[in-house]
DNA sequence: TGTTAACACGAAACCGTTATAGTTTGTCTA
DNA sequence: TAGACAAACTATAACGGTTTCGTGTTAACA
């Protein structure tokens, strides 16, 4: 590795010191002009670039962030990264990705190396799976203790207290719900995650509301709760087959898009026999045949929203004050899979 | 933010020096047993982690590495981000990813910034349209020149030496479209990218070598080279409604599965009229009804290939060598898309 | 009893910057 | 012509580690 030009390097050929030479950089008034010129023409010239790691030692702060997502394979998170990713860089701040695969340990061990190793000024995370079942925060409450700003994002929980960045689940949910019942729908099935899961848990709250308000009856056997995403064909399948529904409301993309084929298996038609509703604006549902409605979460935005919590902390020196909970607002994006 | 604990606080607190700390810490035997207890069970009561910014410093080096992409809202990029964290976190390193957006001015910037920076040890890349377009490679071969180590993925430029993952494109469509012709398929249409995209480039060329080689005649009006992603369906709908087509080859997903939407819109079916198959693994063609055929590069593979040649170079003192380039074997992934 | 080597530890330099506190000059003033 | 003061620099001490080179103590040996 060619070593690259240091303060020290161009002081020793200008002559002058090191402090000269940085201070000339910085267009200090305590350095005469002529120097200042000279020293900025010979750093120009040999491309100086001050050390990072050396300025982050001084100040002790990196200027990196690190974003943790429970997976990459979904167009949300990937949404995500995208928000994260443009307002930090503009900031000047790099993002550091690290994905915890839905496991407890993987995010625990990545939040201590860069918490305690010092390379992240601060984090945003959305919870895995297995952190929120066991609903163990230490790690985070660690962080926390340690002064470093942590905002929560979509996956949260109030047991650690800090920024977050949420979508109303519930709200969300409860529009689909009722957009599939001004449709005509009378039987409409949810198929949703297991409960521990604080968005699933809400979009059934939301679904089960919407009922309500339309006097429909709840009727148990339409909920499917889905655990893994890996064995979701069967039950839905199921679902489809043995019970009359005229609608289905699935709270995500690919549970939405396997209702949809398996209504199409099973010989009827989306719109028209069964009408479909996900959650989440991945590409899964936008290119499905039919295209199939879902309820945006906007998840750029809310990246953005929540590097931008991050930065406000980062940048006041004042700690403390109160944490807030923004709630980015949902879209219902209609396409043909609701019906006209 | 409460300051971390340092090797400066251990020791003051046990009335022994830093570097007594430091050699504990590290099992030196030039420390007596009991001291190298003592200091070990204070460090770890106290949660002590080194610094890595400081190592960062003083090893000139920082177990970061850069991956840059042209996109992420891409299952094959997703793909590519979760093998490289994979293996890069096995071996200590934390992944810097950094979207180019497909732009050449972003590329620049984001290498430029990590490099002099010294915020990381090597580079992966995925080369931006703007760039390949541009055939600008100067911010590379400058990286190169630092010494720094740089790997290239999936989108590359023979101007630039370094090693490089690749798949086999060619080869890799080659076999898409003689499956199709052992389907029976004889008018079998190519959606591709314009031609400056290294691998929409071979890719063309496979779909032409399997023409000739299986005695069929290449028709250019069967050919589209569509530029960006966003105005592709017009001219995927016209070639679907002018031309009496039997097959589809697409360079990408959403090729595929827009093709596949203007057949069925068409009143054609998939596979029986029309079959299709595509290019790249993702979510997209896996849960499209019916389930689009396609040439799998294996993008987590690709990802951890990577990784491995960049980490083997920074590992290795010895510099130059020569370079290779690693080509990742693609597999015809058989669906519903393209018959039984 | 003096020499020496092993042992256990400390001092100091260094990585590249920045910030604070000097130190030279030269000029102007009283 | 000494004294004050500004201008233009330089020296130094951090930041938090690692590492090389001492150094003082003790024990073994001739």
Redesign the pocket.
Known sequence: MK?????????KEL????????????D?????????EKVKAFAALYN????N???S????RTKNIALIIPEIVNDFFGEVIGGVEQVANEKGYNVIVCLSNESFDKEVVNIDTLAHG?QVDGFIISLSKETMLRQDYNHLIEVENQGMPLVMLDRVTEQVLCDKVIVDDARGSYNAVSHLIEQGCKKIALITTVDYISVGHLRTQGYIKALGDHGLELDPSLIVRIDGIAGCEDPIKKLVENQDIDGVFAVNELFAVTAMKAVQNHGKKVPQDVAIIGFSDGKLLKHATPAVSTVSQHGEEMGRVAVKMLLKRLQSDKEEESFSTRVIKTSLIKRESSGS
Chains 1, 2 share one sequence.
């Open positions: 070593r690259k030009i240091t303060l020290k390097d161009i002081a002559e002058v010191s090191i402090s000269t030479v940085s201070k000339s950089l910085k200090s008034p305590e350095i005469g002009e002529d120097t200042r100086y670039k001050p050390n790691i050396a300025i030692l001084k100040n002790r010092g």
